[in-house]
């Protein structure tokens, strides 16, 4: 078996895109394993700084202060509740409102896809919105959370765009066989879509899990439907108000700091999604791109 022997230049070129991929590699994940290393680290001990890869004096006191915060456990639940409730309803909604106008014998498909897009530069403002869901006696309730999200343009147009792109033959011979538009979108669309799915699904999560300011605007008086980023941010703040003087934060706690209680909030936000991003990353690049080859 004879070895394929490489030039010069492919040895270079390989050598650069390992060193590039490897620089960039450690430029991404620094970030994160810094914020955890202080999460982990004594806060007076923290403010004095050098502390890169590893907890210099290694301590659990700054995520026990945010785990015990008050009614943390409820918003954790809550947000949970409204990431997969509201991912399922948004995916749902939005995959039909695809599959409609993406049919070219749909006679209003043009002028609905600009309605959307015009939805997407304007926007009532912030009154208006909040009285017409206290009119829909939606504020005060959990479903605030949910129902607004259910359509979104740009993820409507994305699994659109996605859709063109599948070839009519598959949708005129199911139909040849007998198969309605259910029949067609249930067995012979969605599966092609599971990784425009994928993606989609992974932005409505994203942005359900992160949302704290529905909380604080509709359901502020409402301490159980309260969420983990609401109570995470009334957390900073307070700790950043009594940060103001260090010397009385660590006369109180001993060991807690703002720099460190918030390097653990930041983690604590964060590490669900870290988890489970590596299962749906493979389908971004095939759900945002496959979509605009035609055939």
Avoid at 176 to 181: H, M, N, P, S, V
Wanted: positive net charge; glycine residues 6%.
């Amino acid at each position: 078996m004879k070895l394929k022997k490489y030039s010069t230049e492919d040895v270079l070129f390989s050598a650069f895109i390992a060193i590039f991929m490897i620089v960039f590699l450690i430029l991404t994940l620094y970030p994160i394993l810094n914020t955890l290393a202080i999460s982990f680290n004594d806060g007076t001990d923290a403010l004095k700084g050098g502390i890169y890869l590893l907890p210099r004096k290694f301590t659990l006191k700054n995520y026990d202060t945010v785990l015990h915060k008050d009614n943390l456990i409820t918003g954790a639940g809550i947000t949970v509740a409204r990431t997969i409730i509201g991912t399922l309803l948004a995916l749902v909604t939005n995959a039909i409102l695809a599959f409609i106008v993406s049919r070219k014998n749909f006679i209003f498909r043009r002028q609905l896809s600009l309605f959307w897009v015009i939805t997407m530069y304007v926007n009532g403002g912030l009154i208006p919105t909040f009285v017409l869901f206290k009119n829909l006696n939606l504020t005060g309730t959990f479903w605030v959370y949910v129902i607004p999200g259910m359509v979104s343009a740009f993820n409507m147009l994305v699994i659109r765009t996605y859709m063109n792109g599948i070839p009519d033959s598959l949708e005129e011979s199911a139909q040849l066989d007998g198969a309605g538009y259910t029949t067609i979108f249930v067995k012979i669309i969605s599966p092609l879509c599971k990784p425009v799915y994928a993606t989609v699904a992974l932005f409505v999560a994203v942005g359900q899990w992160n949302s704290w300011f529905d909380a604080m605007l509709y359901n502020r008086m409402k301490g159980e439907l309260t969420t983990l980023q609401y109570e995470l941010m009334k957390l900073l703040s307070s700790v950043t108000n009594q940060g103001q003087s260090v010397e009385a934060m660590k006369n109180a706690t001993g060991t807690v700091t703002p720099t460190s209680v918030r390097a653990a909030a930041t983690m604590v936000t964060i590490l669900p999604i870290i988890c489970i991003y590596p299962f749906l990353q493979r389908y971004f690049v095939t759900g945002l791109t496959l979509g605009g080859v035609k055939e």
